[in-house]
């Protein structure tokens, strides 16, 4: 069972980090995103400085969403997902190593990123830091929560939109506490501890549930 | 090993569109699913597979593995090749191999392609290939890792007669090995002894003793 795990992962790893798989593509969303926002507030370094812990949790939360649609439709179109489903090892187990691999491969960039596009925001040291260790701690539940979308839309031709309008409301809480963990060392509303490790507790709960409930709705949706 | 059906029945979109089909299949033995388009041959093999749900009836499976169920005592090849066009057909092959719980070194593999004439585009990316050989590479899955079911619908789809011949021998061996197969196919699969069940008349019924 640890042998099919491992060589899923590889399977994932590998088609997402080669020409076309969107690993990169996600990063360079998430550059964009970063760079139209001072286009729409303004030159404002002090008013950047101070929403940009905000503008980093929502752009690498589109920018998780973006490839997360593929994440089963891949496999639906092709057949693999008929095969996986029949393999030995269990259907949530599946789930959790693909997971875990698009979030090794799409998300985890983002989190190392984030300094580096917070100082086109003309952001401090310490808030840049948090900014990272925040994304570290919240993009497993982002990326849990929309595999369940991702489970529900897998047979829809287009389901990418639909995707995004059924995960972006049950990320809400990760995106409060994490833009409130991201700017506690630049004023924010609480000390940093509380929310992180709300944080934290939002990714575990996820990573422990999200499984079972994407693999129910995959046994489901699949004619 | 012998699985039989029993009075099964399956609907979809709200329409029964197979009832009343039992069959029985020894271990060493093929069935040959036969029937028009719409027949509900697809039907019946992902109904075995475990991908549909039954409206009525029951699949039973005497002699396999007494924890695993009929899936994953089978294997089941689609419509679709189950390959992915960014990996190379041998990683295919070596992830299938793992995934099923086969021997996923590269001889193996290798020699699993070597046995459908393909040895030659082990190290290609899947997307180079041609159809008939992204067909071919998927039949090799039936080969890296050893199931006793196999559940083939339209296998010689896009295949060459060459292809279609060694993948008849291929065939044949799984059966002396004591497997069993359940094809779906309009083209003759070159297997002496072979039961067909046709499908799309009333209460079809096949049986081979």
Redesign the interface.
């Known amino acids: 069972m640890r042998?099919?795990a491992?060589?899923?992962f590889?399977?994932e790893w590998?088609?997402a980090s080669?020409?076309?798989?969107g690993a990169s593509v996600g990063a360079v969303f998430f550059l964009i995103l970063v760079t139209i926002m001072p286009f729409a507030v303004g030159p404002d370094l002090a008013l950047l400085a101070r929403i940009g812990p905000a503008i980093l949790w929502v752009a690498a939360l589109l920018a998780t969403l973006l490839g997360l649609d593929r994440l089963f439709q891949?496999d639906h179109?092709?057949?693999?997902l008929?095969?996986?489903?029949?393999?030995?090892?269990p259907l949530e187990l599946t789930v959790l190593v693909k997971c875990a691999a698009h979030w090794a491969a799409s998300a985890a960039p983002l989190a190392i990123l984030s300094p580096l596009f917070g100082l086109m925001l003309g952001m401090d040291a310490a808030p840049l830091a948090l900014v990272a260790v925040s994304l570290v701690a919240g993009t497993p539940a982002l990326t849990m929560i929309g595999a369940i979308g991702a489970a529900l839309t897998v047979s829809l031709r287009r389901g990418g939109l639909l995707m995004a309008v059924l995960v972006l409301p049950l990320a809400i809480p990760v995106l409060i506490f994490g833009v409130s963990a991201a700017s506690a060392a630049s004023g924010g509303v609480a000390p940093l501890a509380a929310p992180l490790l709300m944080l934290c507790a939002l990714s575990l709960a996820a990573i422990a549930l999200a499984p079972f409930a994407a693999a129910a709705a995959l046994r489901q949706v699949?004619? | 090993m012998r699985l039989s059906a029993h009075e099964i029945a399956i609907e979809?979109g709200g329409r029964r569109i197979l009832s009343g089909v039992s069959f029985e299949a020894r271990a060493g033995q093929a069935l040959l699913l036969a029937g028009p388009n719409g027949s509900g041959k697809s039907s019946l093999l992902r109904a075995v597979?475990?991908?549909?749900p039954l409206a009525a009836g029951t699949f039973a499976l005497a002699g396999g593995a007494a924890e695993a169920g009929i899936?994953?005592q089978?294997h089941?090849l689609?419509?679709?090749?189950?390959?992915?066009s960014?990996?190379t057909a041998g990683?295919n092959l070596?992830?299938?191999a793992?995934?099923?719980?086969g021997d996923?070194t590269r001889a193996a593999w290798i020699a699993a392609l070597d046995r459908l004439g393909l040895a030659h585009v082990a190290d290609f990316p899947a997307r180079a290939l041609s159809a008939g050989q992204k067909r071919r590479v998927a039949l090799a899955?039936l080969l890296v890792a050893p199931r006793p079911i196999w559940l083939l619908d339209e296998p010689t789809t896009a295949l060459d007669a060459t292809a279609q011949r060694q993948f008849a021998i291929v065939m044949r061996g799984h059966l002396a090995g004591g497997g069993l197969i359940l094809a779906a196919t309009h083209a003759p699969l070159d297997l002496d002894g072979a039961a067909r069940l046709t499908l799309g008349e009333a209460a079809a019924t096949g049986v081979a003793a």
């Open positions: 042998r099919a491992w060589g899923l590889l399977r590998r088609i080669r020409i076309g798989g891949g179109d092709d057949g693999s008929d095969v996986l489903v029949n393999a030995g090892l699949r004619d | 979809r597979a475990g991908f549909l899936g994953e089978a089941y689609g419509h679709a090749d189950a390959l992915k960014a990996l990683e070596a992830f299938w793992d995934a099923l719980g996923s899955r």
